[in-house]
């Protein structure tokens, strides 16, 4: 039940994009369709911003995508905005009947 | 409106115990796996355990495993987390929420356990 890789800090202005990677198993990203993408802002809880990969739930700006090669999945947020500033987690069912977390990422809008 | 609200948390000695609950509304609570997920302050978050709609199948994450256990009434629409043998690293904002296709699409709004002598 090890973590999910992230990488602990991204950056970026205002109307650039950007990626964070989500590097997994194959008993995790590489077994299902199932990784999805979180963000959180200080004092809140997470909401899900991508899910089954790359599907955007109701309300969800179209500048966030997801996508999947192998065991790594990757969120972009594109046109980044000042209130995009937030922690990001993956997350990804696993074979185990389980699910796991990644050890987040904090995005700061420059 | 759709909701998971979530109690019982506070301070507990070391080897204590506590039972977190969780109300759910706006949905058919007795079809959708329910889970407790916690992140300590200034942590990640961290997926701590299952249980399915029916009520009887479950499961854990190993640092919890055979000290916290998880619990469901669909007719209160509500899932327990009764917590025994409590450590210095429980402590943590413990959040419910709903899975379905895979993502947790619903969080209450979590309830705080400190462990702390």
């Known amino acids: 039940q090890s973590a999910l890789t992230q990488p602990a800090s991204v950056s970026g202005s205002p109307g650039q994009s950007i990626s964070i990677s989500c590097t997994g198993t194959?008993?995790?990203?590489?077994?299902?369709?199932?990784a999805a993408w979180y963000q959180q802002h200080p004092g809140k809880a997470p909401k899900v911003m991508i899910y089954?990969?790359?599907n955007r739930p109701s309300g969800v700006s179209n500048r966030f995508s997801g996508s999947k090669s192998g065991n790594t999945a990757s969120l972009t947020i594109s046109g980044l905005q000042a209130e995009d500033e937030a922690d990001y987690y993956c997350s990804s069912y696993t074979t185990s009947t389980s699910w796991v977390f990644g050890g987040g990422t904090k995005l700061t809008v420059l | 409106e759709v909701q998971l609200v979530e109690s019982g948390g506070g301070l507990v000695q070391p080897g204590g115990s506590l039972r977190l609950s969780c109300v759910a509304s706006?949905?058919?609570?007795?079809?959708?796996?329910m889970h407790w997920v916690r992140q300590a302050p200034g942590k990640g978050l961290v997926w701590v355990s299952l249980?399915?709609?029916?009520?009887?199948?479950?499961n854990y994450a190993d640092s919890v495993k055979g000290r916290f256990t998880i619990s469901r009434d669909n007719a209160k629409n509500t899932v327990y987390l009764q917590m025994n043998g409590l450590r210095a690293e429980d402590t943590a904002m413990y959040y419910c929420?709903?899975?379905?296709?895979?993502?947790?699409?619903?969080w209450g709004q979590g309830t705080m356990v400190t462990v702390s002598s």
């Open positions: 929420a709903k899975t379905s296709a895979g993502v947790f699409g619903i």
């Open positions: 194959s008993s995790d990203i590489g077994a299902y369709n199932y």
């Open positions: 249980i399915k709609n029916e009520g009887i199948t479950t």
């Open positions: 089954e990969v790359s």
């Open positions: 706006g949905f058919s609570f007795s079809s959708y796996w």
